[in-house]
């Protein structure tokens, strides 16, 4: 009889240990949760606007560049390649990246873009969004793009140089790397507000460097421009992706 009873006790004492185990594994559960919505409160507000010609932008923007910001609840990015749901998103953003080489011809939406700078939110302008795309809109490459690009060495490899390794945007980022890219031929606009070059191009047979990313000057935003970015070569490079995270971040103040 005794030995029963002491077996009992032994029993339930087990199962008191185990819903003790039960419990504090209950909490922790909670605990994750808890610290991954606080991660995603805190996750930086991005829009990626893509679309137009001569660029995989599904995969390269949507796909590869939502991935790389997402990553460990770093961004929660949005993707559009429809340039009239950009307008509406605009109030509930930290960070605008304009890859895009298709118009924006809406009015509305062009004063949204330079109001959203004003109210010193972040702007990424990447690539095809570098280019001269508007003849109607010289506002958006002098004051925003800071000047742009016509041209561009044809596809191939080009080392990147980092000029300024103490900026926030280049940091953990190779000095020196080299990649297969379209190394556009991206100008300041003299009647702009003027830039400063954080990253440089040089390519063999060519003795002109270019901007291949940098910070156009602005009183209330932080536009940051990367002129890199034609396919898989660079959207898939750390070293692009390193950059992509830093320029949100640093856009974004966060
Ligand atoms: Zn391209």
């Known amino acids: 009889m005794r030995s029963n009873v002491v ?12 819903s003790l185990i039960l419990l504090s594994l209950l909490g922790s559960g909670c605990g994750v949760q808890s610290s991954a919505n606080t991660q995603k409160k805190s996750a930086i507000r991005t829009l990626i606007v893509g679309g ?33 749901e950009v307008l509406a998103q605009l109030a509930n953003l930290d960070v605008l990246i304009l890859a895009n080489n298709q118009p924006m011809e809406d009015p509305a939406l062009r004063k949204a873009i330079f109001a959203f700078v004003a109210e010193g939110k972040g702007l990424i302008i990447a690539h095809a969004g570098l280019w001269y795309n508007w003849k109607d809109w010289p506002e958006y490459n002098q004051q925003l793009a800071g000047g742009g690009s016509n041209s561009h060495d044809k596809y191939g490899p080009f080392d990147v140089t980092v000029v300024d390794t103490k900026h926030p945007v280049t940091k953990g980022v190779p000095e020196k790397f080299n990649l297969s890219d379209e190394r556009y031929y991206y100008k300041p606009d003299p009647s702009g507000p003027g830039i400063k070059v954080l990253a440089s191009s040089s390519a063999q047979g060519s003795e002109v460097i270019y901007p291949s990313v940098f910070v156009v000057n602005n009183s209330k935003a932080r536009i940051v421009g990367i002129a890199l970015g034609h396919d898989a070569a660079s959207h898939d490079l750390p070293a692009y992706q390193i950059l992509l995270r830093n320029a949100v971040k640093w856009v974004s103040r966060k």
Do not use: C, P, Q
Request: aromatic share 16%; net charge neutral.
């Open 7 to 18: 077996f009992i006790r032994f029993l339930s004492g087990k199962i008191m240990l185990t």
């Open 52 to 84: 137009g010609s001569s660029h995989d932008f599904d995969k390269w923007y949507k796909e590869v560049d939502v991935a790389t910001l997402e990553k460990d609840g770093f961004a929660s990015v949005k993707y559009t390649s429809n340039v009239s």
